[in-house]
Protein backbone atom coordinates (compact mmCIF):
# COMPACT_ATOMS: atom_id res chain seq x y z
CA UNK A 1 0.00 0.00 0.00
CA UNK A 2 1.55 3.22 -1.08
CA UNK A 3 1.41 6.28 1.18
CA UNK A 4 -1.70 8.33 0.95
CA UNK A 5 -4.09 5.57 0.23
CA UNK A 6 -6.40 3.94 2.86
CA UNK A 7 -7.64 0.64 2.72
CA UNK A 8 -10.05 -0.37 6.31
CA UNK A 9 -9.22 -3.91 7.10
CA UNK A 10 -12.24 -6.21 6.83
CA UNK A 11 -11.93 -7.54 10.37
CA UNK A 12 -11.99 -3.64 11.09
CA UNK A 13 -15.05 -2.45 8.99
CA UNK A 14 -17.48 -2.74 12.27
CA UNK A 15 -15.39 0.29 14.12
CA UNK A 16 -14.69 1.91 11.26
CA UNK A 17 -18.52 2.19 10.49
CA UNK A 18 -19.05 2.86 13.86
CA UNK A 19 -16.57 5.94 14.02
CA UNK A 20 -17.67 7.22 10.71
CA UNK A 21 -21.49 7.00 11.58
CA UNK A 22 -20.57 9.35 14.66
CA UNK A 23 -18.09 11.56 12.65
CA UNK A 24 -21.25 12.19 10.75
CA UNK A 25 -23.82 12.67 13.68
CA UNK A 26 -21.32 15.44 15.00
CA UNK A 27 -19.28 17.25 12.58
CA UNK A 28 -16.01 17.79 11.49
CA UNK A 29 -13.47 16.43 13.54
CA UNK A 30 -10.01 18.11 14.37
CA UNK A 31 -7.91 15.77 12.06
CA UNK A 32 -10.16 17.30 9.07
CA UNK A 33 -9.62 20.57 9.59
CA UNK A 34 -6.79 22.65 8.19
CA UNK A 35 -3.98 21.20 10.44
CA UNK A 36 -5.22 17.90 9.59
CA UNK A 37 -1.21 16.98 8.28
CA UNK A 38 -0.47 17.53 11.88
CA UNK A 39 -1.53 13.72 12.24
CA UNK A 40 0.76 12.11 10.21
CA UNK A 41 3.65 14.81 10.54
CA UNK A 42 6.81 15.70 12.16
CA UNK A 43 6.87 14.42 16.07
CA UNK A 44 6.19 18.26 17.20
CA UNK A 45 3.18 18.31 14.86
CA UNK A 46 1.95 14.87 15.78
CA UNK A 47 2.03 16.11 19.73
CA UNK A 48 0.12 18.96 18.99
CA UNK A 49 -2.77 16.53 17.12
CA UNK A 50 -2.38 14.52 19.96
CA UNK A 51 -3.51 17.18 22.43
CA UNK A 52 -6.17 18.42 19.72
CA UNK A 53 -7.88 14.63 20.19
CA UNK A 54 -8.86 15.24 23.17
CA UNK A 55 -11.58 17.60 22.62
CA UNK A 56 -12.50 15.51 19.83
CA UNK A 57 -16.60 14.45 20.14
CA UNK A 58 -15.64 10.90 18.32
CA UNK A 59 -12.28 10.05 20.72
CA UNK A 60 -13.53 6.99 21.66
CA UNK A 61 -14.50 5.33 18.42
CA UNK A 62 -11.35 6.57 16.59
CA UNK A 63 -9.50 5.03 19.46
CA UNK A 64 -11.31 1.50 19.14
CA UNK A 65 -11.34 1.64 15.52
CA UNK A 66 -7.59 2.50 15.52
CA UNK A 67 -6.81 -0.43 17.83
CA UNK A 68 -8.73 -2.76 15.76
CA UNK A 69 -7.33 -2.09 12.70
CA UNK A 70 -3.66 -1.64 14.29
CA UNK A 71 -3.27 1.53 12.41
CA UNK A 72 1.10 1.91 11.99
CA UNK A 73 1.08 5.14 11.22
CA UNK A 74 -0.34 8.55 12.62
CA UNK A 75 -2.15 10.11 15.27
CA UNK A 76 -5.33 8.17 15.66
CA UNK A 77 -7.91 8.74 18.84
CA UNK A 78 -4.40 11.10 20.98
CA UNK A 79 -2.11 8.44 20.33
CA UNK A 80 1.32 7.60 18.02
CA UNK A 81 1.59 3.81 16.87
CA UNK A 82 3.33 3.17 20.03
CA UNK A 83 1.04 4.41 22.15
CA UNK A 84 -1.69 2.55 21.23
CA UNK A 85 0.28 -0.63 21.21
CA UNK A 86 0.85 -0.46 24.70
CA UNK A 87 -2.26 0.68 25.50
CA UNK A 88 -4.10 -2.40 23.89
CA UNK A 89 -1.59 -5.35 25.47
Not at 38 to 59: H, K
Amino acid sequence: MTRGTFAVPNHARPAWDELHARILATGPTPCAGPDRNDWLGTAQQQDRAARACFDCPVLEACTRYAITADEREGIWGGMTSAERKEWAA
